[in-house]
């Protein structure tokens, strides 16, 4: 029996509910938008003051790379903040141009391809250790057995902490941006009154013992301790930038929570894609090291994690004959443009061989390019090597869950049964 990746058929849906998204990802809806109002006003049901929705593709491409129009330093998320709240809450992502490319310049060297790509002999073998006591198990909840624990491990990796110290990270990280879903936080966005901590990440109080935790770190590397990537990214540019406590405080939770859970619903989704559609494995299995690569980046586009982000416009500007005016909010839906017929042929069926892939799951196009992008890649590719060497055929046993959360999207639960070689 085969379970769909979203089962909302509504071509009205609310986009602003979190509930909207608590059965999957609203594909219709996006459909009808992008083909009836790729430029689409949209009122919130929480008392926000509404965003423009952009669609398709080519305006996410398009519009990801003005910075001049639209300003990421207001916030990147669907929710008002004021200017207090955006300062207190800064990281990197929610700066334009030319202070981005300050930040930038402190932490891309920790996370660049050459970097990254030095890791996959010790990924591959996290990726064996992982996979080993769940195929003997034969039956188990993928989310938890696989997707979850390896981002986990390369975090631990990564930040040069102890495995015990990285779940409790993940499980600090989970609150703070899966912070409108129950099964991790008990001060879910929509539900509760967050405004004593509107100046902290995400609005959660898990940024309080995330802080604590940085604040340690700072200390250790003020003593001259070297700490995984967290000492490279602290280390002085060429022209004297630095970052400062408050911002690396704000980036400390930034990576702790960015950087596993938008790698772990992309292995979800891949792990759901082979347990629902037979002819992926063998077809995995058939193919050369190429094919891992475009399947990695295939299954990505399909899982596409991060649902959206936005912008706020600078100046009124027309678009698709309408009018957005300073000072909008303009959320570009990536969910969205990686389903978009005009960009992707046959955009509905996972196509491991899809060359070119111009999908925009890391908000490709524009500086904001995400961080983690190299590592996802890596972590997906290496776990299809793993399954492809390994089984003989995987199946989904009962239902699956999704994250209740409109920013970030994904599979939370995925029971399934594997069959070894």
């Known amino acids: ?5 979203s089962n909302s058929r509504d071509a009205h849906v609310d986009l602003s509910s979190q509930d909207a998204f608590s059965e999957g990802a609203p594909f219709v809806t996006f459909e009808r938008m992008r083909r009836e109002a790729p430029l689409e006003w949209c009122p919130q049901s929480d008392g926000g003051r509404g965003f423009w929705s952009i669609t398709r593709h080519a305006d996410i491409m398009a519009l990801n790379r003005d910075t001049e129009l639209l300003s990421s330093a207001r916030g990147i998320r669907m929710e008002d903040q004021s200017p207090e709240e955006y300062e207190a809450r800064k990281t990197f992502q ?3 141009p030319p202070q981005h490319r300050y930040f930038r310049m402190l932490v891309n060297k920790a996370f660049s391809k050459a970097t990254i790509s030095a890791y996959a002999p010790q990924i591959q073998a996290m ?15 993928a989310v938890e057995a696989i997707a979850r624990q390896l981002p986990m491990r390369m975090l631990a990796q990564i930040l040069g902490v102890s495995a015990e110290d990285a779940a409790w990270l993940v499980t600090k990280g989970d609150s703070l941006i899966s912070n409108a879903d129950p099964d ?14 509107r100046l902290l990440p995400f609005r959660s109080p898990a940024a309080l013992d995330l802080f604590d935790y940085a604040n340690a770190l700072l ?20 022209d004297g ?37 037979p002819a992926l494995l063998p077809q995995l299995q058939a193919g050369g090291e190429d094919l891992y690569d475009s399947a990695s980046d295939e ?21 698709h004959g309408k009018t957005v005016r300073a ?16 960009a992707f042929v046959d955009p509905q069926r996972i196509d491991l061989t899809r060359k070119p892939n111009r999908y925009v799951a890391f908000g490709q196009g524009g500086p904001h390019v995400c961080l983690g992008m190299w590592l996802a890649r890596l972590e997906v590719n290496l776990v299809l090597q793993e399954l492809a060497r390994r089984l003989k055929g995987i199946e989904q046993t009962a239902p699956h869950s999704y994250l209740r959360s409109n920013f970030i999207h994904g599979i939370k639960r995925l029971p399934v049964r594997v069959h070894r070689k």
Request: glycine share 4%; net charge negative; hydrophobic share 40%.
């Open 219 to 238: 200390k250790r590397m003020d003593a001259g301790e070297t700490i995984g990537v967290l000492s490279v990214v602290r280390q002085e540019t060429n």
């Open 1 to 5: 029996m085969a379970y769909p990746f």
């Open 241 to 277: 930038r630095r970052m400062s406590d408050d911002e690396f405080r704000n980036f400390f939770c930034l990576l702790v929570a960015a950087g596993n859970d938008t790698t772990r619903y992309a292995l979800a989704a891949a792990l759901h894609s082979l347990a629902n559609e």
């Open 299 to 319: 299954l990505i586009r399909w899982a596409s994690p991060t649902s959206h982000f936005r912008r706020t416009a600078t100046r009124d500007f027309e678009l």
């Open 94 to 96: 929610e700066t334009d």
């Open 184 to 197: 991790y936080t008990d001060h879910v966005i929509d539900k509760v009154d967050t405004e004593k901590y």
């Open 327 to 342: 000072g909008d909010k303009v959320v570009l839906w990536f969910l969205s443009g990686n389903r978009d017929a005009e």
């Open 127 to 141: 990726v064996r250790d992982i996979t080993a006591p769940a195929f003997e198990r034969g039956e188990f909840d």
